[in-house]
């Protein structure tokens, strides 16, 4: 599976961006997917999760109730909504898939995006 992310960009805080991560090369809905982010001088985090169909979805305590990940299986494709943003979401974004959904929690997947820079200026 290949995954390619996109919708970085430079947003000033309080704004919003839509993060999207295109899946390649196998049948998409067998994958649950992830958003990770990695922050300079940090390690790389957890942001979300979502399973097969969409149904069910799981986020890190710092992005509950802020960020939504959603996914379109028509569109092998899924999404991460930001909306106000703060400073401290500035990070390289990264999607992920795996078959199991503790495996793409933890960050052992087996697949990833490129990262897709996020800046938020305060």
């Known amino acids: 599976v290949q995954l390619q992310a996109s919708g970085g960009g430079l947003v000033q805080a309080g704004g919003s961006l839509r993060l999207s991560c295109a899946a390649s090369?196998?049948?998409?809905?067998?994958?649950?997917m992830g958003w990770f982010r990695q922050a300079p001088g940090r390690e790389r985090e957890f942001v979300a999760a979502i399973n097969w169909s969409g149904g069910v979805t799981y986020y890190a305590d710092s992005t509950k109730g802020r960020f939504t990940m959603s996914r379109d299986n028509s569109k092998n494709t899924v999404y991460l909504q930001m909306p106000s943003l703060k400073p401290e979401d500035t990070a390289v974004y990264y999607c992920?898939?795996?078959?199991?959904?503790?495996?793409?929690?933890?960050?052992?997947?087996?697949?990833w995006g490129q990262g897709t820079l996020v800046t938020v200026s305060s």
């Open positions: 992920a898939a795996d078959r199991d959904l503790k495996i793409v929690v933890t960050g052992q997947g087996n697949y």
């Open positions: 090369g196998g049948t998409f809905d067998n994958y649950v």
